[in-house]
């Protein structure tokens, strides 16, 4: 099964579902620390940037989207 990351942080959904076999199609997030950790952990893995900018005829075909919880609110950082 082929995945989109969205809102990815630092890859938290990505690692399960790749150790399930499944594939990234690319990921989605803002935060420059986040991006930092999560192309150190996926150095493959295409980003897309703010998901607000992407036109869905960009993306390749996936299919499941997933979406990290927006833990901002919680957040001391």
Not at 12 to 23: Q, R, T
Not at 50 to 57: H, K, N, P
Request: proline letters at 8%.
């Amino acid at each position: 099964m082929k995945f989109l990351s969205t809102f990815s942080g630092i890859g938290g959904f990505d690692i399960p579902l790749i150790e399930a076999g499944h594939e990234c199609v690319g990921y989605s997030e803002i935060d420059a620390s986040a991006i930092g950790i999560y192309a150190s952990h996926f150095p493959s893995h295409f980003t897309y940037g703010d998901i607000a900018s992407v036109r869905a005829e960009e993306l390749p075909d996936f299919d499941l989207p997933c979406g990290g919880f927006p833990f901002q609110p919680f957040s001391v950082a």
